[in-house]
């Protein structure tokens, strides 16, 4: 449970950014552009969550405490969550104004946003990917960006890492380097957690 805070604040941070357009305004200023540019609000938005473990439902729980509107999951595993509405994916990809994934890989290698579910989201929304790389096709993300039928997107997993690919062309994506974990006392619960599951199994031996 060590990193499931941490993503899950990592996510909200980057639905802010994406909102409200801080990384696009901060290279405008250091490349000396006085630009203030009209962002949007989280208040009210509705927002789509994929894969409700603990990670999605930690999302959500922040997400509804900082004014998110109607929040939805789909889950494969059909989780129960008080506060929040399981849809089929097909439905909360047309429904949300946000989606953010928190799934494990799939293991077949396909992803589970493609074309065919971009096609499906509104015009002008966003999507942020902090689970695994390939569970969005970047190819399909980069083409929905391009065309504008996405408004932005984060990213913290690539298919290949480190990430060189075109995403890193556009000015309406944040991309980060695998970081979701990365926070000092995240690490430490981690560290300390993995030396508590050892020494557990030492003793049960």
């Known amino acids: 449970d060590g990193p499931t805070l941490a993503v899950a604040e990592l996510t909200v941070g980057l639905i802010l950014n994406l909102l409200r357009r801080i990384n696009e305004m901060d290279s ?4 000396g552009k006085w630009t203030k540019v009209t962002g949007n609000l989280l208040a009210g ?13 930690k999302t959500a729980q922040l997400l509804a405490g900082l004014g998110a509107g109607k929040i939805m999951y789909y889950d494969a595993r059909e989780k129960f969550c008080a506060g929040a509405k399981g849809k089929s994916l097909e439905d909360l990809l047309k429904d949300a104004d946000i989606v953010t994934l928190h799934v494990p890989s799939n293991g077949n290698n396909e992803p589970l946003i493609g074309e065919k579910e971009f096609s499906l989201m509104k015009k002008g929304s966003w999507i942020v990917n902090v689970s695994r790389g390939g569970v969005v096709d970047e190819t399909a993300l980069y083409n929905s960006l391009k065309k504008g039928n996405l408004s932005g997107a984060a990213v913290d997993v690539f298919e290949n890492e480190p990430y ?4 890193k062309k556009l000015n309406n994506v944040v991309l980060t380097p695998h970081i979701g974990s990365y926070a000092a006392e995240a690490r430490i619960k981690m560290e300390t957690d993995a030396v508590k599951n050892l020494l557990k199994a030492l003793e049960e031996k």
Not at 28 to 31: E, S
Not at 164 to 167: D, Y
Request: proline residues 5%.
């Open 28 to 31: 405008a200023l250091r490349a």
């Open 164 to 167: 060189s690919g075109p995403l």
């Open 45 to 57: 938005k509705k927002v789509g969550i994929i894969g409700f473990g603990r990670i999605g439902q």
